[in-house]
């Protein structure tokens, strides 16, 4: 999933069934979504990740990405709470 608002591209909840994982399947997508973004206009592309995720850390970095200093913030809207 992804979208962007104009600025920013991001892309949401890229997975790939475990037993297929490390098959260059998920580095074609992103290059895609990057394609997607430029053909826009887009000339950024974010994806946030629990830092606990070292997995996915080490895709995005073999992609070219970098850690990003920023902090995200929520809030719930429908009474929920994080615990
Ligand atoms: C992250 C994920 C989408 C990668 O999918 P994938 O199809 O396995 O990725 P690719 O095979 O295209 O990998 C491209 C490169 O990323 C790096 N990479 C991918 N998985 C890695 C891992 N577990 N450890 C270290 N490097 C990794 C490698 O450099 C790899 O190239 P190589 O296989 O030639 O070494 C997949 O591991 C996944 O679905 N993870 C769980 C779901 C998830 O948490 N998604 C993110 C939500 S924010």
Redo the contacts with the bound molecule.
Sequence with gaps: MMGNDGHRGW????????A???????????VQAEQWMCARGVPKMH????HD????R??????GYADDDVLVVEKFLNGQSKT
Excluded: K, Q
């Excluded at 297929?20 to 992103?30: H, K, S």
């Excluded at 994806?47 to 629990?50: D, G, L, N, T, V």
């Excluded at 995720?53 to 996915?56: D, F, H, M, Q, R």
């Excluded at 080490?58 to 992609?63: D, G, P, R, V």
């Design positions: 892309v949401y909840y890229l997975g790939v069934l475990p297929w994982r490390r098959g260059g399947i998920a580095r074609p997508l992103m994806a946030m990740i629990r995720n070292l997995e996915v080490s895709f995005y970095t073999a992609l």
